[in-house]
């Protein structure tokens, strides 16, 4: 536990009870992380082995980005490929010869498994190995699994960076330590944390996902790495089995969040003194940003579907920065160990659940008539015609949210949609 | 394997959701793992529906299948019951819950439910979207239309259903609007419209109807000809798209019906064929148009296109593979060769070979088109959330004629823009890099997709002054004054163009 986070053991929700939910889940599969996560390693191809439901679902979730010669696509099986297994791996293999062939300036391929093929058990590692021998050094092929059976949403990125750990270069670093931000984010915020990082004194970091495959970041047990996610369980495990060392931290969520972070961060590398100094001026105005929207959000109560693992850092800013009531905090999954730091500044009682059967917490949250209710596309107008103002969850994934000159626009995603309902009733 | 970037269709079980969501009081239990209730957000975003569509996920996850993923299903459809109470009850699996093989028919009849259970074999891996959407149709028509023991007394009016509207089909709202109202004009009478706005109940009485009138093939087709055959209903042809279709309708329905139709009267709201013949239209002639979509709107486009504007239909394709045959025998009528893909890469590259210059087809053509640098219209799914407007806008009956003439050329440079462009060319303000105005922002000129399509070398070179005198034709028709004179070497052999080849090129091809 990083000493500089005020922690008090005696609060928070560090052990309070969780309401454990199965039945209907309304969230996306792991393959939705493609739409993302494609746009931040420029060079790499995400090929999906699935059906036409992974195709269509891909094409629905990524709406016109679809069209600019996207780097994905779904490798269709059909009746053929379900007949017989070997079949199955020269299907794949032609499949992606003619890809790469179209593609030449493909660098890493990504072989994602989905339910169809999880089912069959086509054997996509074998079909990685095999092909990155074929087409290695020009082109690396790897595989996860994005399939909604083993993967909620952003659970896609956590796979796909758990696949790209072991090929990570050593680092030959023997003493020093170094830093790993682990997670993707928007360019525009990785920037300007590498700047603050320089600023602070932090003399080696890297990024993971790196930007392209060719510049991967290295690891070695002098590694400390900070999660930028909440939803990156397995990642950290493969690097730990690597020797690297998780540094824990709340996440870079509002002023408050985003320096705990970096104040981690810093503490890992051994400095302190320059921290403070250093994230100052981005933290004043984070917190100026932060003012305006108080005002309108302070006191109103709000719900969270689960969708992304965002919900636990996201209710934890609008509770303690903005002053928000949290009517119940919904997750896909809670990992207890990466979200201590989080669970401890909710505020004490705050209604706590993990997993879903949609039905009944539409009735829960009927009954409680939250002011804001945060959830999927597929809830959202349904809940709007109810008479609620919703505020659709996959934004939070699409838009830049961390860090501190991001702070305020997080927290405008919020009091958007409640001015709009004022602006419009008036 | 079939390597794709895109779809023009849903696997099947949207195709049934489609139903679902369309009809009142049934509800669907779909066996399907975590992450397949994506699909709600095609209703509740894209069509912008008030409710969630009537559908229940068993989302099993990896865990579950160890255990017993039928005793899931049948929590499911206990649950779904006891919640929603329908009036008939859809059973399902979608595609990977096909491959562990419960059997949801089977399942749900075990739990003894007090309504009818409607089981839906759906081949996820064979079939596709509409196909879906028919056979759910028909499932329900066989299901729940019941067979009168004696005929049906005549009442005082013809009687018909109509069948085929969907949810999220491409303005299924406004022509069942349009459609009713035109039925109203001459004198026909309105049993049940379904799936759109039916219930289990309103199919009970399908049997009422003296016929039926088959709006979408694509949905109906299918529950429609086991009428016929069963109810001894027989149902309407044409497809009541343009005005001459809506009149060849029209004459139809009233044969069904035993009715005198006053064309004349139903007609009166008909701008389109006026606007078509007023001398601002003289420059729609012989526009070279591409034509792509389902296999309904995409014939009835090509027809309205080259019989109500006076376009050249130079493409036609679908990818309806149902529907094959009818396309290529349509597209016979213009003299080519239909294209029946639903690869978009098969259909960017046959846009690109045949240069049209207007493209109306699906929102994939629009941004085929839009790369390419063409006018394009919208006539058929899958579209965007743009395509399910807030206005009244049908493709059918009189109205939708408008609505057509609008759509299709308000993307093309008007006649005296045009005119003035070729008038001025060379003007500092209608210079041919200046884009048309209707585009916006800079001009299309370059970026041709090269790395997809295969576009043979120049056959000859071109002289300088040919170049320049190349120049001298206006843009929008120099791509295929350069085709053409190319081609023209070619087949003469002339090594280079000169300004003669040219002039040589534009006698032969105007002959």
Redesign the interface.
Known sequence: MSAVIPIQLDQGCSDAPVLLER??????????GIIWLHRKMQDAFFLV?G???C???????A??M??A??RF???????R??AGLAD?QD??D??VQ??LE?RPDIRLLFLVGS??S???KLDLSRAAGRLSERFMPQVRVLNYSG????T?FTQGEDACLAALVPVLPVSMQQHEPELLIVGALADVVEDQFARLFTAMGIQRFAFFPSRRSTALPAISPQTRFLLAQPFLADSARALEDRGARRVPAPFPLGAEGSAAWMQAAGAAMGLSERVEQAIAPARQRAELALAAHRALLAGKHVFFFPDSQLEVPLARFLARELGMQLSEVGTPYLHRQHLAEELAWLPAGTALSEGQDV?KQLDRCRALRPDIVVC???????L??EGFTTKWSIELVFTPIQGFEQAGDLAGLFTRPLTRRQLLAA | ???????Y???P??GAMRIATAMREVHYVLHA??????????F??IE?????PPV???????R??GSDTAQLFKD?AR?AYE?FKPQALLVGA???AE??QDDPGGLTQALNLPVPVIPLELP???K?ENWGAAETFYQLVRHLAVKPSEPRAKGDMPRCNILGPTALGFRHRDDVREIRQLLAQIGVAINVVAPLGASPQDLARLADADFNIVLYPEVAHQAAGWMARHLGQPATKTIPIGAGATREFIREVAALAGLDPDLAASEAHSHAPWYARSVDANYLTAKRVFVFGDASHAIAAACVAATELGFKVVGLGTYSREFARDVREAAALYGIEALISDDYLEVEAAISAAGPELVLGTQ?ER?IAK?LGLPCAVISAPV?VQDFPARYSPQMGFEGANVLFDTWVHPLMMGLEEHLIGMFRGDFEFHEDAAPSHLGGPAAAAAP?A?LIDVPAPPAAWAPDAEKELRKIPFFVRGKARRNTEAYALSKSVPVITVETLYDAKAHFSR
């Open positions: 039945g209907q889940r309304e969230v996306f599969c792991g393959l939705t082995v059906s036409r439901t195709a269509h679902l891909i094409q629905s979730a709406g016109v679809i069209f010669e996207p696509a779904t490798a269709i099986l059909d009746e490929d379900l199955a299907e794949l032609r499949v003619r890809l179209r339910c169809p999880e089912v069959i399939s909604g059976i083993e909620t039905d999927g596309l597929g809830l959202a107008n349904p709007e015609s | 394997m079939q390597l794709t970037l895109w779809t269709e849903g696997p079980h949207v793992p975590q992450g397949d209730t994506y699909a709600d957000l095609l509740t975003m912008r529906r008030t409710e969630r229940t996920y068993t989302t099993f996850q990896a579950d299948l499911a649950d919640r979608s595609c990977t491959l562990i996820a891996y064979q596709k994939m941004h790369r965007h997709p790395a």
